[in-house]
């Protein structure tokens, strides 16, 4: 089980919970109340290994649809990406994680998406293949990413 800690984060109420089963893809989004003007967007998405380009394209199609539709709120987006030829180096001063552009389409794609929605991949926890399929995408800073087996 991994967990991810967003500092600063104080739960007020949950305001809307959407699922998206668009395709293969699959995102479930719940909205967060943080105070009387801002909103925390939390999505859990699910990207199958026989999923296509156009498949993530449409859930990053959502990830972009939130984050545009909502500027001032902070989003978090946890889940298995299932992209395995990505390599994520640590950045050098910060806690978050920066990707060496692949040749497959995914790749591309994801890291494209990612970039320009300016939101950073903090998850630096392999899986026993030394595969880091399960990402961490946040637009707030500092956020820590821990392995805890049970």
Same mark, same amino acid.
């Given at each position: 089980?991994?967990?991810?800690?967003?500092?600063?984060?104080?739960?007020?109420?949950?305001?809307?919970?959407?699922?998206?089963?668009?395709?293969?893809?699959? $995102?479930?989004?719940?909205?967060?109340?943080?105070?009387?003007?801002? *909103? !925390? @967007?939390?999505?859990? %998405?699910?990207?199958?290994? &026989?999923?296509?380009?156009?498949?993530?394209?449409?859930?990053?199609?959502?990830?972009?649809?939130?984050? *545009?539709?909502?500027?001032?709120?902070?989003?978090?987006?946890?889940?298995?990406? /299932?992209?395995?030829?990505?390599?994520?180096?640590? @950045?050098?001063?910060?806690?978050?994680?920066?990707? !060496?552009?692949?040749? $497959?389409?995914?790749?591309?794609?994801?890291? $494209?998406? !990612?970039? &320009?929605?300016?939101?950073?991949?903090?998850?630096? =926890?392999? /899986? /026993?293949?030394?595969?880091?399929?399960?990402? =961490?995408?946040?637009?707030? $800073?500092? %956020? !820590?990413?821990?392995? @805890?087996? &049970?």
């Amino acid at each position: 089980m991994y967990v991810a800690f967003v500092p600063r984060l104080i739960l007020m109420s949950i305001i809307s919970l959407h699922c998206q089963c668009e395709g293969i893809c699959q $995102d479930l989004w719940i909205s967060i109340n943080i105070g009387s003007s801002r *909103q !925390f @967007h939390l999505c859990c %998405v699910y990207v199958p290994p &026989y999923a296509s380009v156009e498949n993530l394209k449409t859930h990053l199609h959502n990830v972009s649809a939130v984050r *545009q539709n909502h500027e001032k709120d902070d989003i978090l987006v946890i889940g298995d990406y /299932n992209i395995p030829n990505i390599s994520w180096t640590k @950045h050098n001063s910060n806690n978050y994680y920066r990707a !060496f552009i692949t040749t $497959d389409g995914f790749g591309e794609s994801l890291i $494209d998406s !990612f970039n &320009y929605l300016e939101v950073q991949q903090y998850n630096g =926890v392999y /899986n /026993n293949n030394g595969k880091l399929l399960d990402l =961490v995408f946040c637009s707030i $800073d500092h %956020v !820590f990413v821990n392995l @805890h087996i &049970y």
